[in-house]
């Protein structure tokens, strides 16, 4: 297992090219041993889980973002795998409603923070308003730089308030999009995720990529940072995810409230 801080965007100097999606740093041993690794983090997870929502002090967020097939959907399904649902929520931003349209972007992500004692996922997020819309040139220069101002504040706001805020990048390549992609056209079970649009924004890989570096480097920062998640590999995507969010949950200090004095001298007949 490498030092976390390896995969922590620094801002000063930061380019995809320097992360290696096929980075495998966090499995070791056969598939036996790291099936059971995950095992032992999602429960540590789930232990931790159940103080934070015990507690009623804290807040977590973690943000999930990366291209088509990246695995945001089977990092929750394996990562919070041993999770207890109380206290844990999943928040998913597709294409926004004509209601949320008539409100500024960060309108419908605002309703969707978590409260105090809750850990919340996005299953994508806000960026998706300085990702697609720039891609697609909905936006120009000017504007996507004022929604980095933007996104960089309303952050702010969240952590300065009590949540802590983990992003994570799933950084996969163009050749293992492909491969994911024909195995959800070969697999029947699979074949209703394919969408044939995501072909045409296939054909904008380079275009995502510029978008997605621009992005992140304007918004790592010390409140709410980034980290880039090689993620060609399933298994080496969940055990990092993982060691994050339990390395994050750790230094929160968590602790299950006091018993009140009156509940020491109940006796139940």
Avoid at 47 to 55: F, G, P
Avoid at 93 to 109: I, Q, T
Avoid at 150 to 172: S, Y
Wanted: hydrophobic share 35%.
């Amino acid at each position: 297992m490498a030092n976390l801080d390896k995969y922590r965007v620094n801002p000063n100097k930061f380019s995809l090219k320097d992360f290696d999606t096929k980075d495998k740093t966090e499995r070791s041993g056969s598939k036996e041993e790291n099936e059971a690794a995950l095992y032992e983090l999602a429960s540590e997870i789930n232990a931790l889980q159940d103080i934070l929502h015990a507690e009623g002090k804290h807040k977590v967020l973690l943000i999930l973002q990366g291209m088509d097939t990246s695995g945001k959907d089977g990092t929750v399904r394996h990562v919070f795998r041993e999770t207890d649902p109380l206290g844990i929520r999943v928040a998913s931003f597709k294409a926004p409603s004509s209601e949320e349209l008539a409100h500024d972007y960060l309108w419908r992500v605002h309703q969707q923070v978590p409260r105090t004692g809750e850990l919340v996922i996005f299953n994508r997020s806000h960026y998706e308003d300085v990702l697609i819309v720039k891609v697609h040139k909905w936006i120009d220069d000017a504007e996507c730089k004022r929604r980095y101002a933007q996104i960089n504040d309303f952050e702010r706001l969240l952590a300065e308030t009590g949540t802590t805020i983990i992003k994570c990048f799933l950084h996969i390549s163009k050749q293992e999009q492909k491969k994911r992609l024909q195995e959800r056209l070969d697999n029947p079970t699979k074949a209703w995720k394919f969408n044939p649009n995501d072909l045409k924004e296939r054909e904008l890989w380079p275009d995502y990529t510029d978008a997605y570096e621009q992005a992140i480097k304007a918004t790592s920062t010390e409140h709410a940072p980034w980290y880039i998640v090689p993620a060609d590999s399933k298994t080496n995507r969940n055990l990092l995810i993982s060691r994050l969010l339990l390395n994050t949950l750790k230094k929160l200090d968590l602790n299950y409230p006091p018993v009140p004095e009156a509940f020491k001298s109940i006796v139940i007949d």
